[in-house]
């Protein structure tokens, strides 16, 4: 990687750090297409693309029971595996209870007010497979379900002639209801709108290469969705006290995901920039997905960046608003203090991306493309309605009578000022 100059980027080079693609426009008319099938032909619809996108012929779509017995094989088999999932689904677990909202009611002069919550009855999860598996996936969508109350969670996953045991095992082990073996637009079409065997679900989630976040863009409306979520993202924020050795750890991590993720390092200190361009391209080299990794950093929006100060370095920072922040630096919080935009954000050297990607209990699927200056990731939230509540007695009416006649009148709208006046004559 390169070392480039933050006040020497062109335009074109700040809009591809900026305005990040994630191609799904590119491919949202086929996906369109692939959407209105299977809302129209429901299982054989999933059976062909099955066959078409991923090579396999799918029997049963519900694998339910599959997942539940891979669960009892490497529980049988002692696997640590099995272990290492459920040491995190058990820390996740325990973050998400306490995202968990109570109900309140509480006397404003003569009226009561409140506000309550509840959560849908049923919501599809999609765990993405295909070039590797994410049984982490599965504990980060399926958990805050659960935890919410939900009482239907249905999960997604791409087919495979042996599904991985893991994923299933996690799915089981997150407590799923139901399993379905389908994957991409054709996965997220099927849980908005049920099949013959998939439940359609209130709410769609999850995270997914353009063609699942098109197919998410496309029924957005019909059903509720998280976000629309690209390739992954990482930003490292660092000054002259950080190891070149660790930020570049963290570049070369994400970049594993996607060719086309997006990783990036900025800092004020000219000799920790050139040793972290250096450290990423002695450690991408004999990785098992080398190939993935380097054209994730020769992509547009990835680079090693020097800011003429730190305040340069957290303003461009705050608007690249990142999927994952790590702020390695001499003073962490106060740098944080400064950023409001990034989805999860990781202070210090021994706080690596991938310890949130598994297993300290805060959540992985998170904004990109600048998401985070709109929203948060997923949660407890995301599963959950509320609805206010009011009371009023004849003196809290009373009070409040000329105030809503008024603007009832003055907004033409004679028969909710008649509405409040017909309870005192």
């Known amino acids: 990687m390169d070392v480039r100059t933050v006040a020497d980027l062109s335009p074109a080079e700040r809009r591809a750090f900026f305005e990040r693609d994630a191609g799904v426009d590119a491919v949202r008319d086929d996906v369109s297409e692939i959407v209105g099938r299977v809302r129209e032909e429901g299982d054989v619809a999933l059976r062909e693309f099955s066959e078409e996108f991923d090579g396999v012929t799918v029997g049963n779509i519900d694998v339910t029971d599959d997942a539940e017995r891979a669960h009892a094989e490497l529980d049988d088999a002692n696997d640590p595996v099995l272990d290492a999932v459920r040491e995190a689904a058990a820390n996740i677990r325990a973050f998400h209870e306490r995202q968990r909202p109570e109900d309140w009611r509480e006397t404003f002069g003569d009226r009561e007010l409140g506000r309550r919550f509840r959560p849908l009855d049923r919501a599809g999860v999609y765990v993405p497979g295909g070039a590797a598996a994410y049984p982490s996936s599965a504990l980060m969508g399926v958990i805050p379900a659960t935890v919410a109350g939900v ?6 996953t791409p087919p495979a002639e042996d599904l991985n045991p893991v994923t299933l095992a996690a799915i089981h082990e997150a407590g799923a209801d139901a399993v379905y073996q389908v994957g991409g637009a054709q996965a997220i079409a099927a849980l908005a ?19 699942v ?37 963290d570049l070369v991590a994400q970049a594993e995901h996607d060719p086309n993720a997006s990783v990036v390092a900025v800092t004020d200190d000219a000799a ?44 461009f920072a705050e608007e690249y608003a990142a999927e994952h922040l790590s702020i390695v630096a001499d003073d962490d919080e106060a ?21 949130g990607d598994y297993a300290t209990g805060t959540n992985h699927v998170l904004p990109t493309n600048g998401g985070a200056k709109r ?5 407890v939230d995301t ?8 009371r ?34």
């Open 335 to 355: 740098l944080l203090s400064r950023i409001s935009n990034a989805g999860s954000v990781f202070l210090g050297p021994y706080s690596p991306v991938a310890a």
């Open 383 to 390: 599963f959950l309605r509320s609805s206010t509540v009011q």
């Open 392 to 425: 009023l007695d004849r003196d809290g009416l009373d009070g409040l009578a000329d105030t809503v006649t008024t603007l009832a009148e003055a907004e033409g709208l004679e028969a909710h000022a008649e509405s409040v006046r017909k309870r005192f004559e």
């Open 272 to 315: 920790l920039a050139e040793a972290v361009a250096e450290a990423v391209d002695e450690q991408a080299a004999g990785r098992e997905r080398e190939e993935t990794i380097r054209a994730a950093l020769d992509n547009d929006a990835s680079g090693v960046l020097r800011a003429r100060s730190m305040p340069e370095a957290v303003l």
């Open 193 to 211: 709108y049920g099949t013959e065997t998939v439940t359609n679900a209130q709410k769609v989630v999850g995270p997914g290469n353009k063609w």
């Open 213 to 249: 976040t098109a197919a998410k863009a496309v029924v957005q409306g019909d059903v509720g969705i998280d976000f629309l979520a690209g390739p992954s993202e990482v930003l490292v924020l660092a000054d002259g006290t950080a190891d070149p050795a660790l930020v570049a750890a």
């Open 151 to 156: 009482e239907h969670v249905s999960v997604a």
């Open 375 to 379: 929203y948060g990731g997923l949660s």
